[in-house]
Structure formats: structure tokens, C-alpha cells
């Protein structure tokens, strides 16, 4: 079975500074897609980054990277120069290859501070 | 609005009655999930739907829980005979491509089963 795990149920860090929050999952498949997803207060999800498995390099979007260890099973996103905004719940999900679920990590709350 | 919208926001109901739950995608998107939130917890597959049949459905925990999507657009989850183990946020996500694609998320239908 897939499974994602998150063990940091929450962390805070201060306005600017960087921020890294951690992720495994277990698949014994070689096809899969990697996410971190936001939820804010408001509870819908949006989209933070997307991973291709099979593609080496770390995505990038913005402010927010990734470090997809494949061999690892490990991915972590770094939040640079934190906003007040970035506060929320972090989720990180993976879907395999041919199928179009989408399995979740218990989530992390992130707290921005000033 | 151009988002995934769902009715109601906020739903409460008594142990052992029928309720639904209506999810409008993003126009032109194909796919349709559902998930079911617990506290404290990520989002849980239910089903997927590629058009007006569901390609995955192995989510739904019992034959209590009923979805369709009879024209492709528009779906409904039905719960018959609610337990308050039922109790969660339900979200709902559309999605443009599979497979992989991007999938956006409602703001979710919490749930109250007293």
C-alpha cells in the first residue's frame, strides 16, 4: 500500500526567514507524481508544487523548491523568505502511475510569525 | 466564479438520516474526485470520475455512500443512513488532464452528524 508520511505535525518560523517541511512515502512503483498542497483557514487546497518521478530535476515555483530524494523515498519542500500568507496546513500527496487518487500525508501547520 | 463549488458549506443532521452533497467542477474538466477530511487528518480518497462513470470508486468505505455524475458535470454524493463516525469535510476536485493532472479543490462540505 502507498502511503505518505509527514512527522512533523507542525512547526513556526519567523517573517523571511527560510523553512523546510519534510516528507516520505512508500510505493513500490517506479511511475508517480508528487505534491505539496496548502490549506489554509479557508480549507480549500491549492496547489503548491507539482514532481514528476521520473523527471531528476527539483521543481521550483517561486519561493518554493523541492528535495526529491528518489532513492530516499524523501520530499521536501523549502519555503524561502517566509510571508504571513505561507501560515497554513501543508499536505504532502502523491498519486501513482495509472491510477488518479491522490494520497495524502497527515498534514503540518505551519505558523508565519512577524 | 471560474473554481470548484460546493453546497452546502455546512451541513447538520441527525443520526440516521439521507443527505446530499452537490460538487460543480470547473467547466470543461473531466475528472471528478471526491474526499472525506476527518480532524486532524488529510484528505481520504473516495472515487473519481472520468465523465459520468466512475473509474475508481474503491475509496467509498460501506454501501451507505452513493456518488454520481449522470451528465458529466454536476455530482452528487449521497450518504444514506448517517452514522456520526460520518462527521468530516468532504471535498470535491476537478481536474483538466489525466493523468496527473493539476486537481483543484472546492472549499469543502463539513459535515455534522449529531
Known amino acids: 500500500a502507498q502511503t505518505v508520511t509527514q512527522s512533523q505535525p507542525e512547526m513556526s518560523v519567523q517573517e523571511a526567514e527560510t523553512v523546510t517541511l519534510s516528507c516520505t512515502y512508500d510505493t513500490s512503483e517506479n511511475n508517480y507524481y508528487l505534491f505539496w498542497y496548502k490549506q489554509p483557514p479557508s480549507r480549500q487546497m491549492i496547489l503548491v508544487i507539482r514532481q514528476e518521478a521520473y523527471k531528476q530535476q527539483n521543481a521550483t515555483e517561486n519561493r518554493f523548491s523541492v528535495n526529491f530524494q528518489k532513492a530516499a523515498k524523501s520530499f521536501s519542500l523549502k519555503i524561502s523568505d517566509s510571508q504571513l500568507g505561507d501560515t497554513a496546513m501543508y499536505f504532502c500527496a502523491f498519486t501513482q502511475g495509472g491510477s488518479e487518487k491522490l494520497v495524502f500525508g497527515k498534514g503540518m501547520k505551519l505558523t508565519v510569525n512577524p | 466564479g471560474a473554481g470548484v463549488s460546493q453546497t452546502p458549506s455546512n451541513k447538520v443532521t441527525e443520526k440516521g438520516k439521507y443527505v446530499e452533497l452537490r460538487c460543480d467542477p470547473i467547466?470543461?474538466?473531466?475528472?471528478l474526485y471526491w474526499y472525506r477530511q476527518s480532524l486532524g487528518q488529510g484528505p481520504e480518497f473516495l472515487i473519481y470520475f472520468q465523465g459520468t462513470g466512475a473509474a475508481d470508486d474503491s475509496g467509498l468505505p460501506n454501501d451507505r455512500f452513493f456518488a454520481v455524475r449522470p451528465e458529466g458535470s454536476v455530482s452528487t454524493l449521497k450518504i444514506q443512513r448517517t452514522e456520526r463516525g460520518d462527521s468530516a469535510v468532504y471535498l470535491c476536485?476537478?481536474?483538466?488532464?489525466?493523468?496527473?493532472?493539476?486537481?483543484?479543490f472546492g472549499p469543502g462540505t463539513r459535515l455534522t452528524v449529531l
Open positions: 476536485a476537478s481536474s483538466l488532464t489525466v493523468p496527473s493532472g493539476e486537481q483543484f
Open positions: 467547466s470543461g474538466h473531466t475528472a
